[in-house]
């Protein structure tokens, strides 16, 4: 990272603690005087104003919450603006555990959807305030008796009601994160895309001769109406993480259409595990919804983070860029 990217991912974070209506005012405000301050130590000190120059100036000049709180005085809020990630997350995670339990009855055909809602699907959903009043209590608590920046150890109420505290605060490079992230998924993506192509044939290029494979068989309608649906668009992904590595340009871009293109990807899931029997054998094609359940609902997880990324993010004029 470089002392720009330093800055721009610290004004990120503290925008992300604001109203929407103050975010780019303040965070444009901060990063000219931020810069100036980098641009004035380097030239004091003799050096270079690089990443860990920026990253001395931002740690000096105070936490994002405290920073957040000088331009706005946030009133008390159940969940935290920097826990809201990991609260949605964790309930996303015991509504999923819950469903993947107890949809393979309905699968199996031990129930009907109706009765699994009223048993199973909607209970799941007392998660979300059983987290909530875990949260409220967890940031009643840190209000209450805050932490000596100065004395890591915590009182036994912050134990008790336990979430994580960030210390110092650390830059995060999105762009080097996502361009890892492309390199690792290409692979496994050109072997799921070719899995998904034909399992059953893929499997046979796996296993010893003569192996029964005929129960990765697909299901007939949707083998011949989704599945040439599908597999194109897994293809035009794949060609997407490929320009995501290469190029830093070609990601900005095309940024959008990657969004776009992933979120029609998911839907067109969520339509095809309600909608369409995949797998000819019964007990395979159990197993595998409950498997694109779990996938899609960490998907629909990754989306919100993205969108709430795109909403805080400091929209820089391309004059400052």
Known sequence: MDAQAVIDSYINTVAAKLPRRLRNDVGLELRTLLMEEVKAAATAEGREADDKLALEVVRSFGQPDAVAAHYHKRGFQIIEPEHAPMFLGLCAAFVAL?????????????????????????????????????????????????????HPSRRWTHSLFWLPVSWDWQPIDREAAERRAAVNAFPIGVVLTIFFTAPAWFLNLLTPAGTN???????ADFRGQLLPVLIPLMVVRLGLFVATGISKAWRTRLETVRFGLWVGFVGLLYWTLFRWEIFAVPAVNMIFRVWLLVFLIVNTIQIGVWVRRALVRVRVPEMLA
């Open 98 to 150: 819950q469903w993947a339990l107890s949809l393979p009855a309905v699968f199996a055909s031990h129930m009907t959807v109706g009765e699994w809602w009223h048993i199973w699907g909607l209970s799941a959903l007392s998660w979300v305030v059983v987290l909530m009043a875990w949260f409220g209590l967890a940031t009643w608590v840190r209000r209450r008796w805050p932490l000596d920046p100065q």
């Open 213 to 219: 494979t005929s129960w990765a068989a697909y299901d």
